[in-house]
């Protein structure tokens, strides 16, 4: 079945560096990549998405590209700041009669001061 | 606006026992989702619905059934609760493919 690998699984940076993690999707039908964050406690919640029509997208400290040939995309965050600390999801949905999800297993990002 | 909610936040349940989760959205939205949460894991989406009345599979739905009876309610149901099912819960809702909105979620152990 479909899937997306995330890497890394735990992620350690100092304040001020700069992060990436990264998705490989197998399902070559996706067109939406969206990339959640979920703090202790807490639903996860969108921080960024591109679609299958655009390269890349950013938004202030947040960046992702998506390269549809290899399957892959990535989020970047730069100046990262201790609240950044969290977990980050990628997703990917294709169209299958209705929008289905998959999920990466997520990244825990530690923002050291 | 409430967004979306989950009722309830937390339950134990004894192997075999049956119960319902409930969420309500205030958004308008046509799709709803189920996922589960474990270790390692990530999210995996049990069952979603893109509209009122209707449903269908996700990644994992064996041991588990929802039902859509009005648009702005999903119901999760546990038959016949199994230790494998303990888990955190989320809910959430969307515009079609568009980002999905998720509720405060529901730890669920069943001993």
């Known amino acids: 079945g479909e899937n997306v690998e995330q890497h890394p699984s735990t992620l350690s940076v100092q304040e001020g560096d700069s992060a990436v993690i990264k998705c490989t999707y197998s399902?070559?039908?996706?067109?939406?990549f969206p990339w959640y964050k979920q703090e202790l406690g807490k639903g996860p919640q969108l921080i960024i998405d591109i679609r299958s029509n655009v390269g890349e997208k950013k938004d202030q400290r947040i960046a992702v590209t998506l390269n549809k040939t290899a399957k892959h995309f990535s989020l970047h965050i730069t100046e990262t700041q201790p609240e950044d600390s969290a977990v980050y999801f990628c997703a990917c949905a294709a169209y299958t009669g209705g929008f289905k999800t998959i999920f990466g297993a997520g990244t825990r990002l530690f923002v050291k001061a | 606006n409430a967004g979306v909610t989950q009722t309830p936040k937390f339950r134990v349940l004894k192997t075999g026992q049956s119960m319902t989760l409930l969420c309500a959205q205030d958004m308008n939205h046509e799709y709803m989702y189920w996922y589960r949460q474990d270790p390692g894991m990530g999210l995996r989406l049990i069952h979603y619905?893109?509209?009122?009345?209707?449903?269908a599979k996700g990644e994992v739905p064996d041991g588990y059934n929802v039902s859509r009876l009005k648009k702005q309610n999903f119901l999760l149901g546990l038959e016949s609760a199994a230790p494998s099912q303990t888990s955190v819960y989320f809910c959430?809702?969307?515009?079609?493919?568009?980002?999905?909105?998720f509720g405060p979620g529901t730890r669920l152990t069943v001993l």
């Open positions: 619905s893109v509209g009122e009345g209707t449903t």
């Open positions: 959430a809702s969307s515009w079609g493919d568009n980002e999905q909105f």
């Open positions: 399902d070559s039908a996706s067109n939406y």
